[in-house]
């Protein structure tokens, strides 16, 4: 490899490293902002679980002193009452109608004889008729009140009025002291006549017109008043008489019933101390979250490494653990017992989808996390750590969708029996932990649909390969096995030997079984495409295609069935765990019989590489696919033997399987020396086992005969 090509797979490679990195830190802020919000919305520092007629589990005191409402105050209920009655302004209608009928009586007394022997000396006579009803227009502007009312409001103490305007359909406040009665009205006429009448010598003769047409235009409404005012006494709460509580002071007793008091106290403690130790709360929340996601992020560096370089694998246990969260705190603040909080279903989930020994691990801190906020979380913490273990361990090589109903029953069951447990030893009554028990059994339900409704949206999302998935993969009605089976028998055949070698192999190092038969069923499906090309399909006196082929021409052919298989793979949407073998089951092992065909073709003084006869890669990866590669050798091999007895079998497979490892295709995955000794014994039983031998049957015509000789 040139130098250039070096720096620039090195260049690669950082970059990669850089932006995985960069993912891996976004993700864990993100969760970490994402789990603290969840911890404190809504959060009250003080939360009692107990509600009205519970047993207390221990004795609560007052944390400081503090007020609470006590029985209701009629007297003080009665005065606010007073108060909200008292501040109800008299609602005053504004009635157009008088400025009309005054317009027009103006008018008529203009056109009359009377104004014209009183104006006889005057002509501009429509001008003084258009500046008197401008007059009398600004008279009525603000309201006019009659005496008897402006009496009444003064009296009553009031400065302000409502003015109801019927024809806009408006209101509005306006100050006593600024509308005149209609006494007031007729002394400021003087005033108000000399601004607008232009002929001042006729100023006297137009306001001696109008004393007469000036009269109140604000009518009191009486019936809108009173409504408003019982409105807004009915509106006023009940008020209640406020006790003081000591610093220290027992609010209430271990074993005694909670009552409306009780619930009183507790309800003033929440109010007080949402504003005394919210910021106290967030920062302590800051702190436990930031040691929580440190030790997970420690255990996955040093016991799950491959879960914590997967973005996706931490995405998923990101989002799982903040919908937990959420949830739990939407469960905390609401009236529901905390007992429902289905944190089971998290645990089951990570089981089914990664492993056993990591969801046992974020149980325990989720639980943690949550139960820190709730009263009586030692209960709750008990209750999270037997049920969700349950729910792992019950969910242990789960093949079936209905073995989920089972784990929920089972984490129901357990989840009531640790409620219970811990309320006989806290002496509690029989009605007491047999309501909360039945909650705790609901949880395992709720366990059971949240699990059945979202493992295979997650399987699907994340491309995670569990057993159930893998069962309904192993289905030989499924079209990829239905169409190898009629378009390459032999290949059908060869892979279902290969995944009973896999199965028994896998089961003997502990690796799991299910992903090594059901991967042994795909491994070969690029065969399809081309199966004539392949010994295994050969039939009896046909030709063999290689014959006019070169070597190079027959290894490409060869090699190519794995990149054929990925893309069908691909194209019929199997999981990356099953094109996995697939693409490594034949590592970068070298096509022997080929090699030598191009070997013995080529003149003495020619150079043949062996890289150019060998599989694009890469080497197996995991243990099961390393089975899968030494299952398929060893079931070829098997084929050729012609006297398939125990001693050349096991001189075969143990051949084949040191060839493989001396080649170095074992090299990337986890078996060990003792783990190929265990997989050559499990190859050895299973062919012997398939290649046993038979007694040969006497011909039945010839012992018929030889008896009638005889007799």
Not at 383 to 400: A, D, E, P, V, Y
Not at 421 to 446: E, K, R, T, Y
Request: include cysteine; charge should be neutral.
């Amino acid at each position: 490899m040139s130098k250039v090509n070096l720096r620039q797979k090195l260049k690669i490679n950082l970059e990669t490293l850089t932006f995985k990195t960069f993912l891996r830190g976004f993700l864990t802020v993100g969760f970490f902002i994402l789990i603290v919000i969840g911890l404190i919305i809504n959060q009250r520092p003080f939360k009692s679980r107990l509600r009205e007629g519970d047993i207390a589990l221990k004795s609560i005191y007052a944390p400081y002193d503090f007020v609470y409402s006590g029985e209701p105050d009629n007297e003080k209920t009665v005065k606010e009452q007073q108060k909200a009655i008292k501040s109800i302004k008299d609602v005053y209608s504004l009635d157009g109608r008088v400025l009309d009928e005054g317009i027009v009586a103006l008018d008529k007394f203009f056109g009359s004889a009377d104004s014209m022997k009183l104006f006889s000396k005057y002509d501009g006579l429509s001008v003084l008729s258009v500046e008197a009803k401008h007059l009398l227009s600004l008279v009525y502007e603000n309201g006019v009140l009659s005496v008897k009312d402006k009496a009444r409001i003064q009296e009553s103490g009031e400065t302000d009025i409502i003015i109801f305007n019927k024809a806009a359909g408006t209101e509005k406040q306006v100050g006593v002291a600024r509308i005149p009665g209609v006494d007031e009205a007729l002394r400021d006429l003087y005033d108000r006549a000399k601004k607008v009448i232009s002929d001042k010598k006729m100023v006297q003769a137009v306001v001696e017109v109008l004393q007469n047409e000036i009269t109140a235009n604000l009518l009191f409404e009486k019936i809108i008043t009173e409504a408003r005012r019982q409105e807004a006494a009915a509106s006023v709460p009940v008020q209640y008489k406020q006790i003081s509580i000591k610093k220290g002071e027992l609010i209430i007793s271990k074993g005694q019933r909670a009552n409306k008091d009780h619930m009183a106290q507790f309800l003033a403690i929440e109010k007080n101390e949402i504003q005394r130790s919210r910021g106290k709360f967030t920062i302590g929340a800051l702190l436990l979250v930031f040691l929580l996601l440190s030790v997970v992020t420690i255990y996955l560096i040093l016991y799950e490494p491959k879960i914590f370089h997967n973005t996706s694998y931490l995405t998923l246990i990101g989002v799982l653990s903040v919908a937990i969260i959420f949830i739990a705190r939407a469960i905390i603040v609401s009236p529901l017992p905390s007992y429902v909080i289905p944190l089971a279903s998290i645990s089951m989930l990570i089981a089914i989808l990664l492993n056993q020994r990591l969801a046992i691990f974020i149980t325990i801190i989720l639980g943690l996390a949550i139960s820190i906020n709730v009263e009586n979380s030692l209960n709750l913490a008990i209750m999270f750590l037997f049920g969700g273990l349950i729910g792992i361990f019950s969910t242990r090589n789960i093949r079936k969708r209905w073995h989920i109903i089972r784990s929920g029953i089972l984490v129901g069951g357990v989840n009531a029996l640790s409620i219970i447990s811990i309320s006989l030893l806290n002496n509690l009554n029989v009605d007491s932990f047999l309501a909360d028990g039945l909650w705790g059994f609901g949880n395992g339900i709720l366990c059971v649909f949240i699990v059945m409704s979202i493992l295979p949206l997650l399987e699907d999302i994340f491309n995670i390969t569990t057993n159930i998935t893998l069962l309904e993969l192993s289905d030989m009605n499924h079209p990829l096995l239905k169409d190898m089976m009629v378009k390459a028998a032999g290949t059908y055949h060869h892979s279902l030997m290969v995944g009973n070698l896999a199965e028994a192999a896998a089961e003997t190092v502990g690796a799991n079984s299910l992903l090594a038969r059901v991967g042994a069923y795909y491994h070969d499906i690029g065969k399809i495409a081309k199966a004539e090309y392949f010994t295994e399909n050969h039939k009896a006196g046909s030709k063999v295609l290689h014959d006019k082929l070169t070597p190079s021409m027959s290894r490409l052919i060869i090699t190519s069935h794995v990149k054929d298989g990925v893309e069908l793979g691909r194209k019929y949407k199997l999981r990356r765990d099953i094109l996995d073998f697939v693409e490594q089951h034949h590592g970068t092992g070298l096509v022997y019989y080929f090699f030598q065909k191009a070997l013995e073709r080529i003149e003495d003084d020619g150079v043949l590489k062996e890289e150019g006869f060998r599989y694009e890669g890469p080497k197996p990866q995991t243990r099961e696919t390393a089975i899968v590669l030494m299952a398929d050798s060893v079931e070829a091999a098997s084929r050729s033997l012609t006297n398939p007895n125990p001693a050349n079998i096991e001189e075969l497979v143990h051949r084949i399987i040191n060839n493989k490892f001396i080649d170095g295709q074992l090299d990337e995955c986890e078996l060990t020396l003792r783990d190929l000794n265990k997989i050559s014994g499990a190859f050895i039983r299973v062919l012997i086992g398939v290649t046993h031998t038979r007694i040969e049957y006497p011909d039945i015509d010839k012992a018929v005969k030889d008896e009638h000789k005889h007799n």
